[in-house]
């Protein structure tokens, strides 16, 4: 039987816009002060224990909410409510201070907050480029009437991404070093997802990075595909992930262990049942049918790449968003 799937909004507006991994700011609304009831109490009496997941409205996440709904993680003893927030600058602090046990954002800004001295760890991977450049989630676009046909052709262009500093311009900036271009020469302006493709139709701008369903999107308004910023300078790249913090996995080992191996579950049932998970994307998010059957969807794994992960690491601190990379061990619960 389907469970009912329960919605903590973090603002109205969240539940209507598509927005990025890593972008946004906190709220504070949806969270609850209340501490982690211990995963002991799952096992008494058949209860289940009651866990607040920070989660961005988009495809990414599609995993999790399918996890909820078929009820993989009340298999695992957990009553799940998804918080909808912004991105990662609202659900970190959220984690942090105990609101949420569990948080999801995009692997480079983990990576930031672990060298920052955030007491931040990944428990379960989140989605993953298909590997494939010509069928990718994410692609750098441009208009109909540009004369770009390659990444290297947007040397000393204006590219729009959704946050400065962060995963897609350092993706893009690796790409357009490894086409011989030079990416200082790059001009990285911040806007939000839901923004690009008016501002490329309106030539502000050159390219966007844009991820799905912005893919989509723009390219039914005639915009063109010319770099996969996932899926080509690093192999099978992890975009995104979720974690906790140190003292949650020091004091409630086991309830980490039960949402770790739920999660995994839920990527597997996304990977098995890929219409299911398009189907789901309407709970959270305001897709209209014919964008979601166009779009596509990320790869969703259970095991992290750790060479992914150690990629992106290498990459935050070539272009100085880090001062030291992470230990592998202090970045994932292995």
Sequence with gaps: ???????????????????????????????????????ESAAAGGELTPIEVGVIPIVDVAPIYLGVEQGIFEDHGLDVTLTLAQGGAAIVPAVQSGQMEFG?????????????????????????????AEDDFAHVMVSEDSDVTSLADLEGKRIAVNTLNNINDSVISE?????????????????????????LEAGNVDAIGAVEPF??????????????????????????????????????????????????????????????????????????ADVIEELTMPRFPQDHDVASLERIAELSLETGLIDEIPLTEDLIVQ
Excluded: W
């Design 1 to 39: 039987m389907m469970r009912n799937l329960r919605v903590a909004a973090v603002g109205a507006a969240a539940l209507l816009a598509l927005t990025a991994c890593g972008s946004g700011s906190p709220t504070g609304e949806g969270a609850t002060d209340a501490p982690a009831a211990g995963s």
């Design 104 to 132: 999801f954002s995009n692997v480079t800004s983990l990576i930031i907050g672990r060298d920052a001295g955030l007491p931040l760890k990944i428990v379960a991977t989140g989605p993953q480029t298909t590997g494939e």
């Design 175 to 199: 790409g357009m070093k490894q086409e011989g271009g030079d990416p200082e020469s790059i001009e990285y302006v911040e806007m939000a997802f839901p923004d690009m493709v008016a501002q």
């Design 215 to 288: 893919v989509t999107l723009s390219e039914a308004g005639g915009a063109k595909r010319v770099y996969a910023q996932y899926a080509e300078p690093v192999p099978d790249l992890s975009i995104a992930a979720y974690f906790t913090t140190d003292q949650m996995i020091e004091q409630d080992p086991e309830l980490v262990e039960a949402f770790t191996a739920a999660m995994k579950e839920s990527q597997q049932y996304a990977t098995d049942h890929p219409e299911e998970a398009k189907a789901v994307l309407p709970e959270y998010t305001s897709l209209e």
